[in-house]
Every structure is written in C-alpha cells, then in structure tokens.
C-alpha cells in the first residue's frame, strides 16, 4: 500500500487598517482585559485571556460557544517588539491531535492608523485556512468595533 501523499503548511496572511495608532493596537494584542473584548469570533466569548508578554513567556485564550464549549488556544512568545511586531506559536488544547502552527503579526502605522499585517503560517490543510481564516476575520470585526467605541 502507498503512503499517503504529504501536503505542505498552508499560511493565511490577512492586512487590515484600524481607526487607532500602533501602539493602542498593539495594546489590544496584548493585554488581556482587551483580548477578551475581540479575541474570539463571531457569537463566541472570550471568559478567559492570560498574557505573559515577554519572549518565552505563554498565554492562553479560552473561547466558549453559546452551546457551553470550550476551545483553548496556547502558546509562547518567541517575538516581542512593541508596537511593531509579536511572533508567537499558536496549539489548540482542547483539539486532539492538533498541530502547533506559527502567528506574525505586524503593526504598521499609516498616518495615526494602524495596517495589521497577520501572517499564521504551518497550518496542516486548506480546511484548517479557511477555518483559521473565518476566525481571524471575525476577530478582526470585533477589534475594529473595539476601537470605534473608543473614538
């Protein structure tokens, strides 16, 4: 029997503009009573956001769905350069067999606004980019509300 066929990382690279500077941007990326306003997409709450903002140091984000289920993401820092950039891994706890991937996210300031630029890199399949996709997305939405109630 043929082993079968291998398929290379998928990346999901995704740019988008918010109504705030770098450095408030950059904040809502890293602490934690932000993360949980935006850090989980669409009908998803985030009743827990851990940060240990500093290389090596971990976080962790509890997601829960209206049903009562959990998904836990964790991971290390392995780049911190506020407000330009932050590199950290990214494992589902609460997925068996889930693979650690690799997130880059970069903060570009554009005339008092910020380009986010995230790049999450080592994904196993096309399915998994277009769920990880879908949900940085609507992460993306809820920030973008985030801020325009800070106006």
Known sequence: MAPAPQTA???????????????????????????????????????????????????????????????????????????NRLVYTWQWETTPGATETLVTVEFHDRAGRTEVVLTHERLPDAEARARHEHGWNGCFEKLATLFAERL
């Open 9 to 83: 990382p998928v990346t999901v690279r995704l740019q988008r503009t918010f109504q705030a500077p770098r450095e408030k941007v950059f904040q809502a990326w890293t602490r934690p009573e932000d993360l949980k306003r935006w850090s989980a997409p669409g009908d998803l709450t985030t009743p827990v956001a851990e940060v240990d903002l500093r290389v090596g140091g971990r976080y962790r984000i509890d997601m829960r769905a209206p049903d009562g289920t959990l998904h836990r993401v964790t991971g290390t820092y392995r780049e911190v350069d506020p407000p």
